[in-house]
């Protein structure tokens, strides 16, 4: 089933223990559409970025089939930028520059080629452009998913709340859902923030996985424990994009096949963070995918006799 | 099979966000040999304590049939106290006060019926009395394991990789694991840890779970999401008395029953928290634990199809 995938598309400059980059590609719509071009063909990308964007780059998505009509470029202007650096945990990072640029008015203009769009993914930008997207849509799609941080909740509350009503499935690290439910028990925050709309949270806590809420139920999924940990950078958005890819290309939304989600998104989060910024999710193969999906299958097993 | 647990039986002083008690009982090895007390029932038992303890306490620990030969009452002197201030998250506390008094010159005294010691678990103790222990064993146990901090890492380093290096499992939480070994990575250090000598490796991580770390495998354990944690105090304690009591009650080292000890492990460590001190181990059934132990698989079974 079709997948539209909405949210930044930017150029990061990234500093971590490992070594540091000059402009690369980032922008949570790129780690998203990239990883679940790994599941569903119908991969739809609306997003904004400026005429300094590398046509090399726009190559590259295509290449793995995306969908690039809803890709706007606009002419004489520059494209979101952020620079960050790790601290040596590489749990937590510093912004050292934003520069906003053509995010900054972003209007998210629907081509109507995409009005088929039957899982959409909302990445983590303004919760007022999230909402303009769902609005446009001419038909409810089967299922929402939508990320967001802490910065949304310190400046944008009521309309974080607005859309978030609309969503079915919130994705959030554990800070953000503390922040979001006023509640320290992980338990009690996913109940709170489902009663604010989505019927599943999914909480992620990076090295120590993931935890999905459905209705009254819990899966805990493992985080595949790793040698090092080269560049973090677009991890979660990358974990989001393999999940909401596997549910489309599947079509099944049951709290199982959100469980075998999960694990393909931590799959493909564990390949992410081998190399700076995007570049390992450019050439997956699906052995290679699937090899990786083993080793969860076999860091998770138990059997109680 | 007959375990032998050996280490400090206290008075403790909790508070935490939700009261504050008076001297409650305590101490690594209450904690273990309680929770051990549901799975083996040749339970050995090696401390000290003063004639202020109480004889109730005693009682409950003979009623859940743990042989009490080994612990010494010293007349005339105090039970080791340690008073405690947990913050808000549960997840650090601050030692408020510590009175060695009978565990300042703790000599462990083996009774001779412990001589057929098949499983030794080596509680949170001076590294140089618990290779006294190894070394006043007229066997070597089948299965040796050892639990320590960082301040013995900080002040007994030498008599710690000495005795490291006679033990088959150490457990340690991630924070401990990252001191011991000098690498941040926990596959790095474990890695290691094992080659201190140690085969087997189970970093706790509390809220998080635990990684078990065997020859070359490795299991990634969940941990229950609770509602409330009510008192952390002896978690770990628990959770290392429920693994190498399920492990001594079948015989089996295997890195499959290690698994399921690990589960176990954890289980007995969910209800430890639910009350202030031990008190919650003092008369759990066989059914509530097997309840228990059902919700960990359904929280951590997932099926690739």
């Not at 790994?38 to 739809?44: P, Q, V």
């Not at 952020?82 to 008015?105: A, C, E, F, I, P």
């Not at 983590?124 to 999230?130: E, L």
């Not at 489309?248 to 998104?265: C, L, P």
Request: glycine letters at 8%; a negative charge; aromatic letters at 10%.
């Amino acid at each position: 089933m079709s997948l539209l995938s909405v949210g930044s598309v930017a150029f990061d400059a990234l500093e971590t223990p490992f070594g540091k980059t000059d402009k690369i590609i980032g922008g949570a719509a790129t780690y998203i559409t990239l990883s679940a071009s790994y599941f569903t063909n119908k991969n739809n990308l609306v997003a904004v970025v400026g005429d300094d964007f590398p046509q090399e780059m726009i190559d590259i998505l295509k290449g793995r089939a995306i969908d690039t009509t809803g890709l706007q470029i606009r002419p004489g202007e520059k494209t979101f930028f952020w620079s960050g650096k790790y601290h040596n945990d590489m749990n937590t990072r510093d912004t050292v520059d934003v520069q906003l640029n053509v995010m900054g008015d972003f209007d998210p203009i629907l081509p109507t080629v995409y009005n088929d769009c039957e899982f959409l993914m909302l990445g983590n930008i303004s919760p007022s452009v999230q909402k303009k997207v769902i609005e446009r849509l001419p038909k409810r799609p089967k299922l929402i998913m939508l990320d967001t941080m802490n910065f949304w909740m310190d400046t944008a509350w009521d309309d974080l709340m607005d859309v978030i009503k609309l969503v079915d499935v919130l994705t959030v690290n554990d800070e953000e859902a503390r922040q979001l439910s006023g509640q320290y028990s992980l338990v009690k925050a996913a109940a709170a923030i489902q009663a604010m709309g989505p019927q599943t949270v999914i909480i992620k806590k990076g090295e120590h996985g993931a935890l999905l809420f459905h209705g009254g139920s819990i899966f805990f999924a493992p985080a595949l424990p790793l040698e090092e940990v080269f560049d973090p950078t677009g991890a979660g958005d990358t974990f989001a994009g393999g999940f909401i890819g596997y549910l489309a290309s599947t079509g099944d939304v049951s709290f199982n096949n959100m469980k075998r989600g999960i694990i393909y998104g931590s799959a493909m989060a564990s390949f992410c963070v081998e190399k700076f910024g995007a570049e390992r999710l450019f050439n997956l193969t699906i052995d290679e995918i699937n090899e990786r999906v083993a080793q969860f299958v076999k860091l998770a097993a138990f059997e109680i006799v």
